[in-house]
């Protein structure tokens, strides 16, 4: 990728939550086949705008239109008396894939992570998206050995 095709990153504003929203919507049908509420993932888009605390928005985008994001969130790790930064949200749109759009979100998100002193990044992958699990190996991150379980209250 020329410095001509790079990505424009920038942080989400109240502006791209109806974007935000609509790429979570559509990842959640890709990946996991499941259709959300298109309002409650906008109010969720929204809570995290409206409260950094809970985590942020990094945004990928060529001219005005907005080819990819991430959202970030931090679990606090008493092993390690530090944060880990979970990448989560991840969605590029289709025609923008196999440009280097996730891989210059993911080195800027871990670029600012390190400068915060965060101990690591984590995020969460479906079994069966072998593709995704290739890119991220291929930045440098390795299965951990985990699973994660949940218990779901909606």
Same mark, same amino acid.
């Given at each position: 990728?020329?410095?001509?095709?790079a990505?424009?990153?920038?942080a989400?504003?109240?502006?791209?939550?109806?974007?935000?929203?609509?790429?979570?919507c559509?990842?959640?049908l890709?990946?996991?086949?499941?259709?959300?509420?298109?309002?409650?993932?906008?109010?969720?888009?929204?809570?995290?705008?409206?409260?950094?605390a809970?985590?942020?928005?990094?945004?990928?985008?060529?001219?005005?239109?907005?080819?990819?994001?991430?959202?970030?969130?931090?679990?606090?790790?008493?092993?390690?008396?530090?944060?880990?930064?979970?990448?989560?949200?991840v969605?590029?749109?289709p025609?923008?894939? /196999?440009? #280097?759009?996730?891989? +210059?979100? !993911? =080195?800027?998100? *871990?670029?600012?992570?390190?400068?915060?002193?965060?101990?690591?990044?984590?995020?969460?992958?479906e079994?069966?998206?072998?593709?995704?699990?290739?890119?991220?190996? /291929?930045l #440098?991150?390795?299965? +951990?050995? !985990? =699973?994660?379980? *949940?218990?779901?209250?909606?």
């Amino acid at each position: 990728m020329t410095s001509a095709d790079a990505p424009v990153l920038r942080a989400a504003s109240p502006a791209d939550v109806e974007t935000i929203a609509q790429f979570n919507c559509a990842m959640a049908l890709e990946t996991e086949h499941k259709r959300l509420d298109p309002s409650c993932v906008r109010n969720g888009v929204q809570a995290v705008i409206d409260q950094p605390a809970r985590g942020f928005y990094l945004l990928a985008e060529r001219g005005v239109e907005v080819l990819g994001g991430l959202m970030v969130t931090f679990e606090w790790s008493d092993w390690r008396n530090a944060d880990f930064w979970w990448i989560q949200s991840v969605y590029v749109r289709p025609q923008a894939r /196999r440009q #280097g759009i996730y891989a +210059a979100l !993911y =080195r800027e998100i *871990e670029a600012r992570a390190r400068t915060a002193g965060a101990c690591g990044l984590r995020l969460y992958v479906e079994n069966d998206n072998h593709n995704a699990m290739a890119t991220y190996v /291929r930045l #440098g991150m390795a299965d +951990a050995h !985990y =699973r994660v379980m *949940e218990q779901n209250f909606s």
